[in-house]
């Protein structure tokens, strides 16, 4: 028996002894007190030794940096996450084939159950990943997301669809759990910066695949978009399971089914009422009963977590650094998404037509307004992982939104001034890969191991919902300024500065509450491997 087992045995019995002896002796052995009072009552977090743990093999060392094996699971990692746009992006290129297959003109309940379903998964998928590990958890989301794609695929009627995109939602999951399983498998040297690659290498991907998808719909028809997110699924889940290791660190606790399910249904209770409501009617008796379901649902849900001894979050977990970095993520990410959306609307309108904007006169004008935009978050991840393995994520955060407010302010002053408009796109896109590169970083920082998988899912949700409620306060901001031309409501050089300046102000507040974060003193949080190396 080696040393190095024989003390990682010795630890774990000493562990289970309730006594101050045993604090006294961890300490001994280079525990600090603190740590020490965490290890005899989680049991030394159970790492390790409630899954198969990682090989020295599969690990190398952890002091060590870049090599053949981590790139080829950061490839298998930008795989996985991959299948999130063929879920969300990819349906909306058959949006109008969808409606018309199914006789239906609510195309909104297409477009927005995938989302609203990976915010109901998260909490459950995040929770679980803690518990039963992150590579157990990756291929269990991959599979249901390609089960949820045949059920698509093979659906006669709405309710059915609805039901495979629900199911199909949990594929959503998969960046969050590649994320946690990157910064506790990984070199803590090289575990931020692969975060970045990750979650910022899809973005490429994403340039390509909805001219690969126009021409496989053009051949096969709508549901080939389904094809190709179930065989990628199914693929990435093998290649997933037959090629990674599973993390280190899990953690003896109980899954809290039922908290995960009013969280989760709660969510989406309310994000459906909120990204709907225009198109199905705000004041509509179904609506104002979804809006209800929700409220009450996620009041249930702090009812339970209040009383609970395990809850699928707790509360208590949610320190102020913590909802600190929510609220910027969601602002940033929110501020960066409802700018994209306008920056489409000003890219099909010509200058000519006197509204006081528009691009659409320059070649090619909305392939490059979106796809600067792309690298930009590539590039803009990327650099901020890099970057906080040596100042912390807490700066390279404040540095994305301080970009982000710049790049915003340039926008407000080139809507009809394309190479301005391109260069504040592509520094947007730079502000989103960094914000959520920084997010994540940050967020699995400021937590133990043994939480950082749900509070990655957190982070998921707060994408999620920045997205949804803030396009929709833009869109209102400009059906409330909108001008009448032709016989038709168009948008108002008014509204769209609006727009602007909303998002301008989001930027400006994240920015200061980002800033704050920064100037925070790191502190000791316990964690091991992929935190305690890093700055905050």
């Not at 740590?35 to 159970?46: G, H, M, S, W, Y």
């Not at 520094?427 to 994540?440: E, K, R």
């Amino acid at each position: 028996m080696s040393t190095e087992t024989f003390a990682r045995r010795f630890i774990a019995a000493a562990s289970r002894v309730e006594s101050p002896t045993t604090a006294i002796f961890l300490q001994s052995l280079g525990v600090p007190a603190g740590q020490a009072d965490n290890v005899r009552n989680l049991r030394f977090r159970e790492v390790a030794m409630t899954q198969t743990p990682a090989t020295p093999s599969d690990t190398e060392t952890s002091g060590s940096g870049w090599s053949g094996r981590i790139i080829w699971w950061i490839t298998i990692l930008i795989v996985a996450n991959t299948l999130v746009d063929t879920v969300i992006v990819a349906p909306l290129l058959v949006l109008p084939q969808m409606s018309e297959f199914f006789g239906t003109d609510q195309s909104a309940w297409l477009n927005a159950s995938a989302i609203l379903a990976g915010a109901m998964w998260a909490p459950l998928l995040g929770k679980s990943a803690d518990v039963f590990g992150k590579r157990r958890m990756l291929v269990l989301a991959l599979l249901v997301g390609g089960v949820g794609a045949l059920v698509c695929l093979l659906s006669p009627n709405i309710g059915i669809f609805l039901a495979g995109r629900v199911i199909q939602g949990a594929a959503v999951g998969s960046v969050f759990i590649t994320v946690v399983f990157i910064r506790q498998v990984f070199p803590p040297r090289v575990s931020m910066t692969s975060v970045g690659i990750v979650t910022s290498g899809s973005a490429v991907l994403g340039i390509v695949s909805p001219f690969l998808f126009e021409i496989v719909v053009a051949a096969y028809g709508f549901r080939s978009v389904f094809v190709v997110s179930a065989v990628l699924a199914f693929f990435a889940a093998l290649t997933v399971r037959v090629f990674l290791p599973e993390s280190p660190v899990t953690v003896r606790s109980r899954v809290d089914v039922t908290g995960a399910v009013l969280l989760g249904a709660g969510l989406a209770g309310i994000l459906a009422y909120i990204s709907l409501g225009h198109d199905l009617g705000w004041l509509s008796a179904g609506m104002i009963a979804l809006l209800v379901v929700g409220i009450v649902l996620l009041g249930a849900w702090v009812l339970t977590a209040l009383r609970l001894p395990e809850p699928v979050i707790d509360l208590r977990m949610l320190t102020r650094p913590v909802v600190a970095t929510l609220v910027v993520v969601v602002l940033g990410a929110g501020a960066y998404q409802a700018l994209l959306q306008l920056v489409g609307l000003i890219a099909q309108t010509s200058v000519d037509e006197g509204l006081g904007y528009g691009l659409a006169g320059a070649s090619g004008a909305l392939g490059l307004l979106f796809a600067v935009p792309s690298f930009g978050a590539m590039t803009g991840g990327i650099l901020a992982g890099w970057l906080a393995g040596r100042i912390g994520p807490a700066r390279t955060l404040a540095g994305g939104m301080v970009i982000g407010t710049f790049a915003t302010l340039g926008l407000l002053f080139s809507t009809s001034a394309f190479l301005p408009a391109v260069i504040s796109a592509g520094l947007l896109g730079f502000t989103a890969g960094a914000v959520i590169t920084s997010g994540f970083n940050l967020s699995t920082t400021l937590v133990s191991e043994e939480k950082q998988g749900i509070v990655a899912a957190l982070v998921q949700v707060m994408l999620g919902v920045g997205a949804v409620i803030l396009n929709i306060i833009g869109g209102s901001i400009l059906r409330a300024t909108s001008l009448t031309g032709n016989g038709e409501p168009v948008n108002s050089a008014t509204g769209v500065s609006l727009y602007i300046l909303m998002a301008l102000v989001l930027f400006a507040i994240a920015t200061v509450v980002a800033l704050a974060i920064s100037r925070r003193r790191p502190r000791d949080r316990g964690a091991t491997r992929g935190n305690a190396a890093q700055p905050v």
